[in-house]
């Protein structure tokens, strides 16, 4: 997948308030499916439903318990989602906020050698 | 008056990066801003720690441009490029590149300044060789990027679960 559209998949699977508790859970460590349904008025395959969603995302990824088959969190996919333009923008924040401290500076500077330069001329 | 404008930021096409922004100063000062080296070592800095200890610019078509920051842990980043269009006090095209990049390719950056009512909009756009340059640009502003990124993951994890949660297993 190119990286654009595997943004797109995390974006979309974010979108969903019970995927994002989902995602939520299993920050605090990996769960069985059972154990992820239970916090949820669903049905188990409600849940799985869901959980196919974030799996294709790259979100979440299985343990390797045959028994339990335990998801667990993917960081990589939604730190890229979270770090991407909010990190840019914020940046380039700092930035303008000293440029418009720098530009009253220079306001003030020009407004007195413009005063200056009228007193001078009335004489 | 002080006046932060909101910075707004948008991608356009697949390789560009477009940033607008009203600055509260006429349009000579935001153009002076940008183009004299004395005022642009004051503003263009990294976050708390760097400096910007060499800052030249040959402010004519085709003259040459150079920035150096340093952190305060010896750390060093440079960059460069050359202006390709000037008009006063309106408009800057010039190419940009860093020492040690981290995307491939020349970057070409444009400044548009339009003046209304005494403040003054600010069109930045930077066009990348590739929709991967951009990407990693995007991903990784300068030396910030992945461990902010894990950094901020958690906080999004916990403000998304808080709000996601249908029975409640969070306290307020």
């Not at chain 2, 008056?1 to 356009?12: A, I, S, W």
């Not at chain 2, 800052?55 to 150079?66: A, L, N």
């Not at chain 2, 050359?82 to 070409?108: C, L, M, N, Q």
Request: charged letters at 30%; aromatic letters at 8%; hydrophobic letters at 35%.
């Amino acid at each position: 997948m190119k990286n654009s559209q595997r943004l797109d998949a995390t974006f979309a699977a974010l979108a969903d308030p019970t995927r994002r508790a989902i995602l939520a859970r299993l920050a605090s460590g990996e769960a069985s499916v059972m154990e992820l349904t239970k916090p949820f008025a669903m049905t188990q395959p409600a849940i799985s439903k869901h959980l196919k969603v974030l799996e294709r995302a790259g979100l979440i990824s299985r343990g390797r318990d045959a028994q339990r088959r335990p998801r667990r969190l993917e960081a990589r996919p939604l730190a890229e989602a979270t770090g991407w333009l909010e990190g840019y923008r914020q940046f380039w924040d700092g930035r303008f906020q000293r440029l418009d401290a720098l530009l009253e500076e220079l306001k003030t500077n020009q407004l007195k050698t413009n005063e200056k330069r009228r007193t001078r001329s009335k004489r | 008056m002080k006046n932060t404008g909101t910075l707004k930021l948008t991608t356009r096409g697949d390789r560009e990066i477009v940033m607008t922004r009203v600055f509260d100063a006429p349009r000579s000062l935001v153009f002076e801003a940008f183009s004299k080296p004395e005022l642009v070592r004051q503003w263009l800095l990294g976050p708390p720690g760097w400096s910007m200890p060499v800052c030249e610019i040959d402010f004519r078509v085709g003259g040459r441009y150079r920035y150096v920051w340093r952190h305060a842990n010896g750390q060093e980043m440079g960059m460069g490029g050359v202006h390709r269009e000037i008009v006063v006090p309106e408009r800057i095209v010039a190419t940009e590149k860093f020492d040690e990049s981290w995307y491939p390719g020349e970057a070409v950056g444009t400044i548009v300044l339009v003046e209304q009512g005494g403040k003054t909009a600010l069109t930045q756009t930077v066009l990348y060789e590739s929709s991967e340059a951009r990407e990693a640009v995007l991903k990784s502003p300068m030396e910030q990027g992945v461990t902010a990124g894990y950094d901020r993951l958690a906080e999004l994890l916990t403000s998304l679960g808080a709000s996601g949660m249908e029975k409640g297993t969070r306290e307020s």
